[in-house]
């Protein structure tokens, strides 16, 4: 559930960002379902996300919005270390 630690998108505010894991790579990420907004190996700010569907595509996966290709963990929480 969301409380004082979830942490809103700070692309569009739209929604909760989450913890996942891109099960292809088997990287940890966060990432917003909003606007498909991702952050790996930073601090989800506004000014340093990747689109998921081109990181993706990049990285050779030409259907990235395959359920399989995303775990979801749980919402992503301020302070937490990841
Ligand atoms: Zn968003």
């Not at 498909?36 to 990181?55: C, Q, R, S």
């Not at 993706?56 to 359920?67: I, L, N, Q, S």
């Amino acid at each position: 559930m969301a409380d004082e630690s979830s942490v809103a998108c700070p692309r569009c505010g739209q929604e909760w960002l989450r913890n996942v894991r891109l099960v292809r790579f088997e990287r940890p990420a966060v990432h917003c379902q909003e606007c498909d907004a991702l952050w790996i190996d930073v601090t989800p700010g506004k000014d340093n996300f990747e689109d998921y569907g081109t990181f993706m595509r990049r990285g050779g996966v030409m259907e990235p919005d395959a359920a399989a290709e995303i775990q979801l963990l749980g919402l992503y929480r301020s302070g937490t270390r990841r």
